[in-house]
């Protein structure tokens, strides 16, 4: 059964970061195998609600377990994370990908470039220039993220490159006051 109201173009999934936190200390922690099976999970579902749907597996991001270490410090708290557990969750979003036929946007290289999952020797002065506290994105984490997102897409789906698409919105003085579904959601 389709659902009521137009499908989206395309489908983000960005998990797997808090996922990785180490099992005996946060509540967070999802166990691999699971997470593996969520993802599958929710591919499944978005297939079966919308067949057309264009998706990205996003990959967690590598964490700078130095800073994270530092600011859970300073919290009165303990490490939580360590990169080599957050890898593995990376890992397996793109195994899942290549099983899946999904395209993924593997993090590491985006922000580490094309040995960035397997040359740790520079990693702590990497992530500390998009990492605001060594697990969340700062200014410059985000943008590096953003145009990636729009640099995967485009090199995937050329036809989605927003130059190209058009405007779905309708002007303020073509609205249908008296039937707002109508305007704003048109049948193609």
């Not at 960035?116 to 990492?131: D, P, Q, V, Y």
């Not at 036809?159 to 309708?170: Q, T």
Request: proline share 7%.
């Amino acid at each position: 059964m389709s659902p009521p109201y137009p499908s989206p173009l395309l489908i983000t999934i960005f998990l797997g970061a808090n996922d990785a936190v180490l099992s005996d200390i946060h509540p967070q922690y999802v166990p691999l195998n699971q997470y593996s099976e969520n993802l599958k999970q929710m591919l499944k579902e978005i297939k079966t609600l919308h067949p057309n749907i264009r998706v990205i597996l996003i990959t967690p991001p590598p964490i700078n377990e130095r800073d994270w270490g530092n600011h859970r410090k300073s919290q009165n708290r303990e490490m939580d994370r360590k990169l080599s557990v957050t890898k593995k969750y990376r890992d397996t979003c793109i195994e899942i990908g290549k099983m899946e036929n999904i395209p993924t946007l593997d993090t590491w290289t985006l922000f580490l470039g094309p040995e960035g999952s397997t040359n740790w020797s520079n990693i702590e002065e990497s992530t500390a220039t998009f990492l605001i506290d060594g697990l969340h994105f700062n200014q410059k984490g985000n943008e590096i993220l953003f145009e990636g997102i729009i640099s995967f897409i485009e090199s995937h789906w050329p036809d989605m490159i927003a130059e190209k698409m058009g405007s779905p919105l309708v002007w303020h003085d073509k609205v249908d006051k008296t039937n707002l579904i109508k305007s704003f959601f048109k049948s193609s």
